[in-house]
């Protein structure tokens, strides 16, 4: 099952405005970064494979830089150690903000890509958000190419911005929606979007982490 907007979505970075931040946090190396966490947790690599559904090999390849992980991947890793995604994936300032703001410049977002989306996150430098914001590309244009309908927890809206998109939920007679449409509902519903149109869809989706 993709599981990439699942680890986007979970619980926010567990650090309060209190937390010191550890250096360890600011490498931006992710195979570093994913070997300090395993030996923080006490985990051996076989362990942390297994934990993760993934082969020694290809862990060990992703700690030594040898292997550029999928998405997906770094979705059943963080799985493994228990960890949430914007701990890998996004740059921690040591500075907690009170006051919080932040852009993202057209193009400058985080972007992750699976056989059905292409993911830009924004606004990536802050934490504990209570909204995940994501521009999004959608890449499938029939169910049986998607595979598994997505299930998670917490709520979801899109707005599409580009082509004709079609929901699919499991509880649901699937719904079409244009440009300048809208849908909100709960994640935890087996659901899948695809673009009716030959070219992909775009459309900005909110989530919320839980």
């Excluded at 959608?138 to 599409?160: A, Y």
Aim: glycine share 8%.
């Amino acid at each position: 099952m993709d599981k990439t907007v699942q680890g986007i979505l979970r619980q926010n970075v567990g650090i309060t405005e209190e937390t010191k931040i550890p250096e360890k946090y600011h490498r931006e190396n992710l195979g570093q970064r994913v070997r300090q966490y395993r030996v923080d947790q006490g985990l051996t690599q076989t362990k942390l494979a297994k934990l993760s559904g993934l082969s020694h090999s290809a862990l060990s390849k992703i700690e030594n830089n040898q292997l550029s992980p999928t998405f997906e991947t770094i979705l059943k890793i963080i799985g493994g150690l228990n960890i949430d995604i914007s701990e890998l994936l996004t740059s921690i300032q040591n500075k907690p903000p009170r006051t919080r703001q932040v852009f993202t410049r057209k193009g400058k977002g985080g972007i992750h890509e699976t056989k059905n989306y292409l993911y830009e996150t924004l606004c990536n430098e802050i934490i504990n958000k209570k909204m995940i914001p994501i521009l999004t590309r959608i890449k499938s244009h029939s169910l049986e190419k998607f595979g598994e309908m997505m299930r998670h927890s917490g709520e979801e809206l899109f707005f599409v911005l580009e082509g004709t998109v079609e929901l699919i939920t499991e509880h649901y007679a699937s719904v079409k929606l244009e440009q300048g449409d809208c849908a909100y509902f709960d994640s935890s519903m087996g659901h899948a979007c695809i673009s009716t149109e030959e070219k992909d869809a775009v459309i900005f989706w909110v989530s919320t982490p839980n």
